[in-house]
């Protein structure tokens, strides 16, 4: 059985700083590409930023030079530094793996169950 469990969310003025991480867990035998989502009150999910198995990434245009996405391949953990945060970036952030189990049936995508950001004005 393989989790998501993301960590780090929480309450910060506009302008501050929040680190999300994402550990995920279980029988893995590799995972490829990692991403976070997120998604506010009556939006729909967006992605926010991707790090593909060879390391590299992209950003939604409005978190580009704020967010930072990196990954710890031995840990098998996903991180996002977010700086200068907005009150549009309030959301529930949600982490993806796209992960290989044990079985060795396929790359599956996973979720996690989601961690509250509220950034204040």
């Known amino acids: 059985q393989v989790q998501l469990v993301e960590s780090g969310g929480g309450l910060v003025q506009a302008g501050g700083s929040l680190r999300l991480s994402c550990a995920a867990s279980?029988?893995?035998?590799?995972?490829?590409?990692m991403a976070w989502y997120r998604q506010a009150p009556g939006k729909q999910r967006e992605l926010v930023a991707i790090?593909?198995?060879?390391?590299?990434?992209n950003y939604a245009d409005s978190v580009k030079g704020r967010f930072t996405i990196s990954k710890d391949n031995a840990k098998n953990t996903v991180s996002l530094q977010m700086n200068s945060l907005k009150p549009e970036d309030t959301a529930v952030y949600y982490c993806?793996?796209?992960?290989?189990?044990?079985?060795?049936?396929?790359?599956?995508?996973?979720w996690g169950q989601g961690t509250q950001v509220t950034v204040s004005s």
């Open positions: 993806y793996g796209q992960i290989l189990g044990a079985l060795g049936l396929g790359f599956r995508a996973y």
């Open positions: 279980g029988s893995i035998r590799s995972i490829s590409d």
């Open positions: 790090i593909i198995s060879g390391g590299g990434t």
